[in-house]
């Protein structure tokens, strides 16, 4: 609330920290699982003495250069900025708890492009044992960079202790962080193999290919009884309210959740294809499903760990719109128009119904919910309600059904709200 | 780094970055144009569902009251519904909630001195006066019927009357009259009364759920309506009741039985459980979004004396809020889980925290009378409040509850519950007054005002009451100018209770010598001028009273435009006859 | 409306506000230089391109396939001073940013567009043909746009009296183009980067020379050539920067504030130095002064930035203390930078065979 709105337009802002965030997770954590998978592959191919082979991981590692260090550094500042512009409040939240941590994890990424730059550039050119403890470092580091971003992720779920203490290990350290990790570094090692997967499947010389497929297909299978177990470890590490969120029946996340084991048993079948014969033909468009395949894993987890979040952002701290409880029971007495500094209307009257719900709309709702657009478009929601049964539901949200943080403001403020939905409703009907 | 790269894939590289680029741009471009804004005011639908017909009934002066020698009749017979207004749901085919079964209650009293209530020997039955649907398939159907004796009392009960609202010619009306008689064994009438038998179909579920009323734009539930109830029943609890509903009615009693074994609460907890979380910080008017109790609506049922003295419903029943945390409490006594997560965000009003709020059964408890009425001195009308005093159990309900001898029933002498005498019903002038104004030609309890004699024959002091202690207001008299010839009897003034006004709204001219009567010499001491002009003239001792700005009517008047508590503005309200002894 | 009640409350931060100030500072010059060796270097790339034929690109021409790791640095050191300016100003940082929001996320598809160009034009080089001229430049326009981007925020941050436009607008398309310090600040920061962009081009072949490659002469006479006219140029935008200040903020660099007088003093000198140095052919000697004045410009802008800010000055929260959170850094920080070294200096002697 102490912050202005942006008012995006057609699509909604909390849609576009999902696209760039599964987007970039998809490519940064393979990248972490990578690093390691390299030094394997360049280690089997050089005492195997392919150097078609060895080649190969040259050039894996070349795209490892333009996509992760490209798409996966400029992206995860992508998720920075975009969390920034949407949710200013918690992004100062998180960036002053933790400055720290952000800027350890920016010393391993720093360490990681340097070690992926000498990797590339001195491939062929330095010592085997040399190169390779320079790639053990590059894996190291981005290792490191995930365990960093794990604690703060894992915080914004489960805040555990730091809610007493507000310390920062406390918070590190939460009640998810370890289920957390096993899960995630499991991930990476299983994206990393589909990676490769796709591109060994690929390689002409058949001796290559059948050394570089024996690698990648270890790295695609061998993670995901980890990722079973870690998950089922997540699911048992949370508190009642956030259980209770993850396991709800709604919509927005039990088709995600319903989905994420089947998933992650295709991938495993698919995995295992792998270590049979498979015609020629069939190898590279089965390597790319599991890659489909494992891009859905990420967006199934990201999607459920987000969504089971609701309706805070940081747990029992600030709400998903970025308001606090402490600024929302202000809101209750004062009036959240006043209490907002960026709101245009300070006070709701009779006259200014429409703008002071405008108002209210993109500070307390907007954040989450599309008008006519996605995603969770408001408007079907309210669909043929009179006036009293949206300011009802207004009124209601977040009492029983939990995912919803409560409307924030005066009874006559829930009136305008109510009035502007309705007016921005008929208004497309006509 | 510089090696041989392949000319196709360079072009292609080429080409995609080419188009990501111009993409970019097109987006900034997109952005940086003025989009303007999609509405700027109301539409017409963002106001609250249309409110009803100014009157939707046809205004029905009542024409019916049979007629009572107070003289020559040796028998009064009273009738009255228990509810005051029986709520229905017409909500079929889709689902039944609430369906028709109003109970009609009566009793004979022979006439005394030493009057009491006639058990045997005679037969009541009652009859609807105008025709009106009836359910069929309610115990009673059909327009008429016969009462029968109450165990171990002495009223007669018929219930189950399975009428609705509308008439079979068209039309709502939600207080049909009944004619109710007593025939001694030979056939003979020994007394007969008109009474109404009060029900309504305007339950606003729509006022949330959306859809239109389904009767005259007045009442019931629509199809429409009603599947929007079912449609979010089935989607918070997992049920399938749209599909049930395609093949049979739902009850939903079937589930919500109230039943200690039942898993789901009673319907009342269900109810005003769930939804007190939709429709909170509010009022009586909270109570109208359902209930037909909406001074816009077709019923408007709050109607009797408790409110002309400004009680809403919110007096004796509770906030929305507490009225769903004292149904919820007794839910979680009986150990039913769903209740806690029902009440966990409610926020008591009344009280400061929910375990202050008594536990209460639906039906069975409710605001007790003594809540308010110690019957050692008047409730005090800004203040009084029975909420959380409920009843212990079903039999000291106010309809239940019979006088301190066990003869009458409170509601035989005082009028139903939410239309107690004088009742001020919007669709019918006295249309609920038909018993006293019959018997007492007084919209007043039976009785009241030194009428002892109505039923006892013989004038008894009202102190001496046997029924219940009465509480008597301390009066003066009224002095009165000499050669003042009366034409109505005497009005006995309470002064105390006018205690907390201004003393100069009466004595505006202050005081003389310590005193100051209306009569005063040169005040209003005038007696009945013989010109029409002269009965303007502030001098006229009847101006005083009745004047244009300033007076008892005047004044009583004014607050009941403003919908608070005020004092009476019948005549015989205070010209009682009693004052005369 | 008043602007100060529109500045959201600062955030406790972990430290005392010096530290951060310290640490904002450092991390922001060595992202600076970094970036301007890109946006530098793309330029002058980018001009021997359209004025040159293929086959006399020499001087540049290996010098623009480092240009993507230059980026890939500038990046990864863009990170540190991006966090500190939000620990200290985020108040007034995420303000800004959200009224242009639209550019600002903007800058992402800027940079990884610029960073894929960069990438096109190394590596596929021969293949594109005259096709590579459409690349580079449009890969600078990307580059530059992004500077522009940044110079609207990094202004519009510390003026709250500007903010009220967003009641006027709020789809996040605002920039700050009526601020008269935007035009001469921006483009003192992009000739700037000219600038230090000719000092490495000129440091790329010093190394070069070591080793006898042919054009390494031309290169550095090239850069240091790029540096002496970028800096004359600067030499007038500066003024023209310092101008158009608000008459106290201009005073503030003429005696009104010790620290921010010395650094213009300091900054002048330096300037001088660099001048002389790249006449007399000493690149080492240049790029010290240069670099020794890019810190101390940091350091006028960093006291710019506080007389923009001291009007509005906000109730501070109290500031926590947390030490093993900074120990881990610290930590991690002299273990990586460890860590850097080692690798770089293995890749140097390590080889294969040996």
């Given at each position: 609330?102490?912050?202005?709105?942006?008012?995006?337009w057609?699509?909604?802002g909390g849609?576009?920290?999902?696209?760039?965030?599964?987007?970039?997770?998809?490519?940064?954590?393979?990248?972490?699982?990578?690093?390691f998978?390299l030094?394997?592959?360049?280690?089997?191919a050089?005492?195997?003495?392919?150097?078609?082979a060895?080649?190969w991981?040259?050039?894996?590692?070349r795209?490892?250069?333009l996509?992760?260090?490209?798409?996966?550094?400029?992206?995860g500042?992508?998720i920075?900025?975009?969390?920034?512009?949407i949710?200013?409040?918690?992004t100062?939240?998180?960036?002053?708890?933790?400055?720290?941590?952000w800027?350890?994890?920016w010393?391993f990424?720093?360490g990681?492009i340097?070690?992926?730059?000498?990797?590339?550039?001195?491939?062929?050119k330095?010592?085997?044992?040399?190169?390779?403890?320079?790639?053990l470092?590059?894996?190291l580091?981005?290792?490191?960079?995930?365990f960093?971003?794990?604690?703060?992720?894992?915080?914004?779920?489960?805040?555990g202790?730091?809610?007493q203490?507000?310390?920062?290990?406390?918070g590190?350290?939460?009640?998810?962080?370890w289920?957390?990790l096993?899960?995630?570094?499991?991930?990476c090692?299983?994206?990393?193999?589909?990676?490769g997967?796709?591109?060994?499947?690929?390689?002409?010389?058949?001796?290559?290919?059948?050394?570089?497929?024996?690698?990648?297909?270890?790295?695609?299978?061998?993670p995901?009884p980890?990722?079973?177990?870690?998950?089922?470890?997540?699911?048992?590490?949370?508190?009642?309210?956030?259980?209770?969120?993850v396991?709800?029946?709604?919509?927005d996340?039990?088709?995600?959740?319903?989905?994420?084991?089947?998933?992650?048993?295709?991938?495993?079948?698919g995995g295992?294809?792998?270590?049979?014969?498979?015609?020629?033909?069939?190898?590279?468009?089965?390597?790319?499903?599991?890659l489909?395949l494992?891009?859905?894993?990420v967006?199934?987890?990201?999607?459920?760990?987000?969504?089971?979040?609701?309706?805070?952002?940081?747990?029992?701290v600030?709400?998903?719109?970025?308001?606090?409880?402490?600024?929302?029971?202000?809101?209750?007495?004062?009036?959240m128009?006043?209490?907002?500094?960026?709101?245009?209307?300070?006070?709701?009257?009779?006259?200014?119904?429409?703008?002071?719900g405008?108002?209210?709309?993109?500070?307390q709702?907007?954040?989450c919910?599309?008008?006519?657009a996605?995603?969770?478009?408001?408007?079907?929601?309210?669909?043929?309600?009179?006036?009293?049964?949206?300011?009802?539901?207004i009124?209601?949200?977040?009492?029983?059904?939990?995912?919803?943080?409560?409307f924030?403001?005066?009874?006559?403020?829930?009136?305008?709200?109510?009035?502007?939905?309705?007016?921005?409703?008929?208004?497309?009907?006509? | 780094?510089?090696?041989?790269q392949s000319?196709?894939?360079?072009?292609?590289?080429?080409f995609?970055?080419?188009?990501?680029?111009?993409?970019l741009?097109?987006?900034?471009a997109?952005?940086?144009l003025?989009?303007?804004?999609?509405?700027?005011?109301?539409?017409?639908?963002a106001?609250?569902?249309?409110?009803?017909?100014?009157?939707?009934?046809?205004?029905?002066?009542?024409?019916?009251i049979?007629?009572?020698?107070?003289?020559?009749?040796?028998?009064?017979l009273?009738?009255?519904?228990?509810?005051?207004?029986?709520?229905?749901?017409?909500?079929?085919p889709?689902?039944?909630?609430?369906?028709?079964?109003?109970?009609?209650?009566?009793q004979l009293?022979?006439?005394g001195?030493?009057p009491a209530?006639?058990?045997e020997?005679?037969?009541?039955?009652?009859r609807?006066?105008?025709?009106?649907?009836?359910?069929?398939?309610?115990?009673v159907?059909?327009?008429a019927?016969?009462?029968?004796?109450?165990?171990?009392?002495?009223?007669?009960?018929?219930?189950?009357?399975?009428?609705?609202?509308?008439?079979?010619s068209?039309?709502?009306n939600a207080?049909?009259?009944?004619?109710?008689?007593?025939?001694?064994?030979?056939?003979?009438?020994?007394?007969?009364t008109?009474?109404?038998?009060?029900?309504?179909t305007?339950?606003?579920?729509?006022?949330?759920?959306?859809?239109?009323?389904?009767?005259?734009?007045?009442?019931?539930?629509?199809?429409?309506?009603?599947?929007?109830v079912?449609?979010?029943?089935?989607?918070?609890?997992?049920?399938?009741?749209?599909?049930?509903a395609?093949k049979?009615p739902v009850?939903?009693?079937?589930?919500?039985?109230?039943?200690?074994?039942?898993?789901?609460?009673?319907?009342?907890?269900a109810?005003?459980?769930?939804?007190?979380?939709?429709?909170?910080?509010?009022?009586?008017?909270?109570?109208?979004?359902?209930?037909p109790?909406?001074p816009?609506?077709?019923?408007?049922?709050?109607r009797?004396l408790?409110?002309?003295?400004?009680?809403?419903?919110?007096?004796?029943?509770?906030?929305m809020?507490d009225?769903?945390?004292?149904?919820?409490?007794?839910?979680?006594?009986?150990?039913?889980?769903?209740?806690a997560?029902?009440?966990r965000?409610?926020?008591?009003?009344a009280?400061?925290?929910?375990?202050d709020?008594?536990?209460?059964a639906p039906?069975?408890?409710e605001p007790?009378c003594t809540?308010?009425?110690?019957?050692?001195?008047?409730?005090?009308?800004?203040?009084?409040s029975a909420?959380n005093?409920?009843?212990?159990?079903?039999?000291?309900?106010?309809?239940?509850?019979?006088?301190?001898?066990?003869?009458?029933?409170?509601?035989?002498?005082?009028?139903?519950?939410?239309?107690e005498?004088p009742?001020?019903?919007?669709?019918g002038?006295?249309?609920?007054n038909?018993p006293p104004?019959?018997?007492q030609?007084?919209?007043?309890?039976m009785?009241?005002?030194?009428n002892?004699?109505?039923?006892?024959?013989?004038?008894?002091?009202m102190?001496?009451s046997?029924?219940?202690?009465v509480?008597?207001?301390?009066?003066?008299?009224?002095?009165?100018?000499?050669g003042?010839?009366?034409?109505?009897?005497?009005v006995l003034?309470p002064?105390?209770?006018?205690?907390s006004?201004?003393?100069?709204?009466?004595?505006?001219?202050?005081?003389?010598?310590?005193?100051?009567?209306?009569?005063?010499?040169?005040c209003?001491?005038?007696?009945?001028?013989?010109?029409?002009?002269?009965?303007?003239?502030?001098g006229?001792?009847r101006?005083a009273?009745h004047?244009?700005?300033?007076g008892?009517?005047?004044?009583?008047l004014?607050?009941?435009?403003?919908?608070?508590?005020?004092g009476?503005?019948?005549?015989?309200d205070?010209?009682?006859?009693?004052n005369?002894? | 409306?008043?602007?100060?009640?529109?500045?959201p409350?600062?955030?406790?931060?972990p430290?005392?506000?010096?530290?951060?100030?310290?640490?904002?500072?450092?991390?922001?010059?060595?992202?600076?230089?970094l970036?301007?060796?890109v946006?530098?270097?793309?330029?002058?790339?980018a001009?021997?391109?359209?004025?040159?034929?293929a086959s006399?690109?020499?001087p540049?021409?290996?010098?623009?396939t480092?240009l993507?790791t230059?980026?890939?640095l500038?990046?990864?050191?863009g990170?540190?001073?991006?966090?500190?300016?939000?620990?200290?100003?985020g108040?007034?940082?995420y303000?800004?940013?959200?009224?242009?929001?639209?550019?600002w996320?903007?800058?992402?598809?800027?940079?990884?567009?610029?960073y894929?160009?960069?990438?096109?034009?190394?590596?596929?080089h021969?293949?594109?043909g005259?096709?590579?001229i459409?690349?580079?430049?449009?890969?600078?326009?990307?580059l530059?746009?992004?500077?522009?981007?940044f110079?609207?925020?990094?202004?519009?941050?510390?003026?709250?009296?500007r903010?009220?436009a967003?009641f006027?607008?709020r789809?996040?398309?605002?920039?700050?183009?009526g601020?008269?310090?935007l035009?001469?600040?921006?483009?003192h920061?992009?000739?700037?980067?000219i600038?230090?962009?000719?000092?490495a081009l000129?440091?790329f072949?010093?190394?070069?020379?070591?080793?006898?490659?042919?054009?390494?002469?031309?290169?550095?006479?090239?850069?240091?050539?790029?540096?002496?006219?970028?800096?004359?140029?600067?030499?007038?935008?500066g003024i023209?920067?310092?101008?158009?200040?608000?008459?106290?903020?201009?005073?503030?660099?003429?005696g009104?504030?010790?620290?921010?007088t010395?650094?213009?003093?300091?900054?002048?000198i330096?300037?001088?130095?660099?001048?002389?140095?790249?006449?007399?052919?000493?690149?080492?000697?240049?790029?010290g002064?240069?670099?020794?004045?890019?810190?101390?410009?940091a350091v006028?802008?960093?006291?710019?930035?506080?007389?923009y800010?001291?009007?509005?000055?906000?109730?501070?929260?109290?500031n926590?203390?947390e030490?093993s959170?900074?120990?881990?850094?610290?930590?991690?920080?002299?273990?990586?930078?460890?860590?850097?070294?080692?690798?770089?200096?293995?890749?140097?002697s390590?080889?294969k065979?040996?």
């Open positions: 609330m102490d912050y202005p709105v942006w008012q995006l057609g699509i909604n849609l576009l920290v999902a696209i760039i965030s599964v987007l970039h997770v998809f490519v940064a954590q393979f990248a972490v699982g990578g690093g998978l030094v394997h592959a360049a280690t089997r050089e005492r195997a003495g392919s150097a078609e060895t080649f991981v040259k050039r894996f590692t795209f490892f250069l996509l992760s260090m490209v798409f996966g550094g400029v992206s500042v992508g920075w900025v975009i969390i920034s512009l949710s200013p409040a918690a100062s939240l998180l960036v002053h708890r933790f400055v720290y941590a800027a350890t994890e010393v990424f720093l990681e340097v070690a992926l730059l000498v990797y590339y550039y001195g491939f062929g330095m010592r085997f044992e040399d190169h390779r403890n320079v790639g470092l590059y894996g580091f981005a290792y490191l960079s995930l960093m971003i794990n604690g703060i992720i894992t915080f914004m779920l489960t805040p202790a730091w809610m203490t507000q310390g920062f290990w406390d590190f350290f939460n009640p998810t962080f289920p957390s096993l899960f995630r570094s499991a991930l090692a299983m994206l990393s193999g589909l990676f997967l796709v591109w060994a499947s690929l390689i002409d010389d058949e001796r290559a290919r059948e050394l570089m497929t024996g690698v990648t297909r270890l790295w695609a299978l061998v995901i980890f990722m079973a177990v870690g998950a089922w470890w997540y699911i048992g590490a949370l508190p009642a309210p956030q259980l209770e969120m396991l709800r029946r709604t919509a996340i039990r088709p995600f959740l319903e989905a994420f084991p089947w998933v992650l048993a295709a991938l495993m079948v295992l294809a792998f270590f049979t014969r498979l015609p020629s033909g069939a190898r590279v468009p089965v390597a790319a499903l599991l489909v494992g891009l859905c894993q967006g199934t987890f990201e999607w459920v760990r987000e969504t089971g979040r609701r309706p805070w952002i940081v747990h029992g600030i709400w998903s719109n970025g308001i606090t409880p402490e600024a929302g029971a202000k809101s209750d007495l004062e009036g128009l006043k209490v907002a500094r960026w709101s245009g209307v300070k006070q709701v009257a009779e006259a200014n119904m429409h703008e002071a405008r108002e209210l709309w993109q500070v709702c907007a954040n919910h599309g008008l006519g996605p995603m969770i478009d408001i408007l079907p929601r309210i669909a043929n309600r009179p006036l009293t049964g949206v300011e009802a539901l009124t209601g949200q977040g009492a029983l059904q939990g995912y919803m943080p409560p924030v403001g005066t009874p006559a403020e829930r009136r305008a709200l109510a009035t502007y939905l309705v007016n921005e409703r008929d208004a497309r009907r006509h | 780094m510089p090696s041989k000319p196709r894939l360079t072009a292609f590289y080429y995609a970055w080419l188009v990501a680029v111009v993409a741009l097109g987006i900034f997109a952005g940086g003025e989009r303007p804004a999609r509405t700027t005011g109301e539409t017409p639908a106001k609250a569902p249309a409110a009803s017909a100014a009157a939707p009934s046809p205004y029905m002066p009542v024409t019916s049979p007629p009572f020698d107070a003289d020559r009749a040796d028998y009064i009273l009738a009255w519904s228990t509810q005051g207004m029986q709520m229905v749901t017409d909500a079929e889709r689902w039944t909630m609430l369906p028709p079964e109003a109970a009609l209650r009566a009293v022979r006439r001195p030493g209530p006639v058990t020997g005679v037969r009541i039955t009652w609807v006066e105008r025709e009106h649907a009836t359910l069929e398939g309610a115990p159907s059909g327009a019927g016969e009462m029968k004796l109450e165990q171990g009392g002495s009223t007669f009960a018929a219930d189950g009357i399975g009428i609705m609202p509308y008439r079979a068209g039309g709502f207080y049909p009259t009944v004619t109710v008689e007593a025939h001694d064994d030979e056939g003979r009438l020994l007394a007969r008109s009474a109404v038998l009060p029900v309504s305007e339950v606003g579920c729509r006022n949330c759920h959306g859809g239109a009323w389904k009767r005259d734009g007045l009442a019931g539930i629509s199809p429409a309506t009603a599947d929007d079912l449609t979010v029943h089935d989607r918070i609890n997992g049920t399938d009741l749209v599909a049930q395609a049979a009850e939903c009693r079937s589930c919500h039985s109230g039943a200690p074994e039942a898993p789901a609460p009673s319907l009342s907890a109810l005003h459980g769930w939804h007190a979380n939709y429709m909170t910080d509010g009022g009586a008017e909270t109570c109208a979004s359902c209930h109790s909406s816009q609506g077709a019923t408007r049922f709050m009797g408790h409110k002309a003295k400004a009680l809403d419903c919110t007096r004796c029943h509770g906030a809020e009225h769903a945390l004292s149904l919820l409490r007794w839910e979680e006594k009986a150990g039913r889980k769903s209740a997560r029902l009440a965000e409610l926020k008591p009003r009280v400061s925290a929910v375990d709020i008594n536990p209460r039906w069975a408890m007790d809540g308010c009425h110690d019957f050692a001195q008047k409730p005090a009308t800004a203040t009084a909420f005093k409920w009843t212990a159990s079903e039999k000291d309900r106010f309809s239940a509850r019979a006088d301190d001898m066990g003869n009458l029933r409170c509601p035989t002498c005082h009028g139903a519950a939410h239309a005498y009742a001020e019903n919007p669709f002038r006295d249309l609920d038909m104004i019959q018997y030609q007084h919209a007043k309890v009785g009241g005002g030194n002892c004699s109505v039923c006892h024959r013989e004038p008894l002091p102190e001496a046997a029924h219940h202690p509480v008597i207001r301390k009066t003066i008299p009224i002095t009165l100018p000499a003042t010839v009366l034409t109505k009897p005497a003034f002064h105390d209770t006018h205690g006004m201004d003393c100069g709204t009466c004595h505006h001219k202050g005081y003389q010598e310590g005193k100051q009567t209306c009569a005063t010499k040169g209003h001491d005038r007696p009945r001028p013989d010109t029409i002009e002269g009965l303007g003239e502030v006229y001792f101006n009273f004047g244009k700005e300033r008892c009517m005047t004044c009583h004014a607050l009941r435009e403003k919908g608070k508590a005020a009476p503005v019948g005549c015989r205070c010209h009682t006859p009693g005369n002894q | 409306m008043e602007p100060a009640s529109l500045i409350l600062a955030d406790a931060m430290g005392p506000a010096w530290w951060f100030e310290i640490l904002l500072l450092l991390t922001f010059v060595l992202h600076l230089l970036m301007n060796t946006l530098g270097g793309t330029v002058i790339v001009v021997h391109a359209l004025r040159k034929p006399e690109q020499g540049v021409r290996d010098f623009a480092r993507p230059a980026l890939a500038a990046i990864n050191l990170v540190p001073p991006l966090l500190f300016v939000q620990v200290l100003y108040n007034f940082f303000t800004s940013s959200v009224i242009m929001a639209l550019w996320l903007g800058i992402v598809g800027l940079v990884m567009l610029a894929y160009g960069l990438y096109i034009f190394a590596i596929n021969d293949e594109l005259t096709r590579r459409a690349v580079i430049v449009l890969a600078l326009l990307l530059v746009a992004t500077s522009f981007v110079s609207n925020n990094m202004t519009l941050m510390l003026q709250p009296e903010w009220l967003w006027e607008r789809d996040g398309a605002l920039l700050n183009l601020d008269p310090t035009i001469p600040r921006w483009l920061m992009l000739v700037g980067s600038a230090i962009g000719g000092l000129s440091l072949h010093v190394r070069r020379a070591s080793w006898g490659a042919p054009d390494a002469a031309e290169g550095i006479e090239t850069g240091l050539r790029w540096f002496s006219h970028a800096t004359y140029a600067q030499i007038a935008l023209w920067f310092l101008m158009a200040l608000p008459r106290d903020l201009m005073l503030r660099f003429m009104g504030d010790t620290l921010a010395a650094a213009f003093i300091l900054g002048l330096g300037t001088a130095l660099a001048l002389l140095a790249a006449r007399a052919r000493s690149v080492a000697l240049a790029v002064a240069a670099v020794g004045t890019v810190t101390v410009m006028m802008r960093a006291s710019l930035r506080e007389g800010l001291a009007p509005w000055a906000q109730p501070q929260p109290v926590f203390v030490t959170p900074l120990v881990l850094f610290l930590a991690s920080a002299v273990c990586g930078v460890a860590a850097i070294i080692w690798m770089l200096r293995l890749m140097r390590s080889r065979g040996a």
